[in-house]
T-cell receptor
């Protein structure tokens, strides 16, 4: 599975949009981009995933560049509860396929 | 929907004892469950992949005789840390992949904090 690169940390003001970037320049055509987050001392939480089209759900939006070499997770109105480590993972679809976790981006939402 | 529970949430044990951690998918069937551990300020490390009714597949460097995994049903997998030592102290997390359904995602349990004295 392709590797990803994320900034180690970011800050965001409460109520503003948080834009978290992820580079995955070696992504293959059949690999999806997944985003998870982990709030301190809890299990990770699925956020969103996509292949090549932009995706939106109740939590976030995922913007994937046309060449699929990078993506951005957007939290439209960040709250203090969004403070967490955000992980961008790319892998082939399939329920039995394992997730390989990097270090993620530690997002701090400030009041 | 898609809730995964773990029990216990926290356990303290003496060195040399064995500890069993349960992972349950409460409202869906999971043909595949995964076990991770996480040391402080580190990322999740996959330990093993567990398929219902078959032997688990362990990642390189994980001792299968020390970390016993049983996946006896579509809603339950257990991890037993045998003869635990202080270096086994960690945050253990399971995840379950929903069998079928429109979305390929893994749902995670809340984790189990193991402290070995």
């Amino acid at each position: 599975d392709a590797k990803t690169t994320q900034p180690p940390s970011m800050d965001c003001a409460e109520g503003r949009a948080a834009n978290l970037p992820c580079n995955h320049s070696t992504i293959s055509g059949n690999e999806y981009v997944y985003w998870y987050r982990q709030i301190h001392s809890q299990g990770p939480q699925y956020i969103i995933h996509g292949l090549k089209n932009n995706e939106t759900n109740e939590m976030a939006s995922l913007i994937i560049t046309e060449d699929r070499k990078s993506s951005t997770l957007i939290l439209p109105h960040a709250t203090l509860r969004d403070t967490a480590v955000y992980y961008c993972i790319v892998r082939v679809a399939g329920n039995n396929r394992k997730l390989i976790w990097g270090l993620g981006t530690s997002l701090a939402v400030n009041p | 929907g898609a809730v995964v529970s773990q029990h216990p949430s926290r356990v303290i044990c003496k060195s040399g004892t064995s500890v069993k951690i349960e992972c349950r998918s409460l409202d869906f069937q999971a043909t595949t469950m995964f076990w991770y551990r996480q040391f402080p300020k580190k990322s999740l490390m996959l330990m093993a992949t567990s398929n219902e009714g078959s032997k688990a597949t362990y990642e390189q460097g994980v001792e299968k005789d020390k970390f016993l995994i049983n996946h006896a049903s579509l809603t339950l997998s257990t991890l037993t840390v045998t003869s635990a030592h202080p270096e086994d102290s960690s945050f253990y997390i399971c995840s379950a992949a929903r069998a079928g359904g429109p979305r390929d995602t893994q749902y995670f349990g809340p984790g189990t904090r193991l402290t070995v004295l």
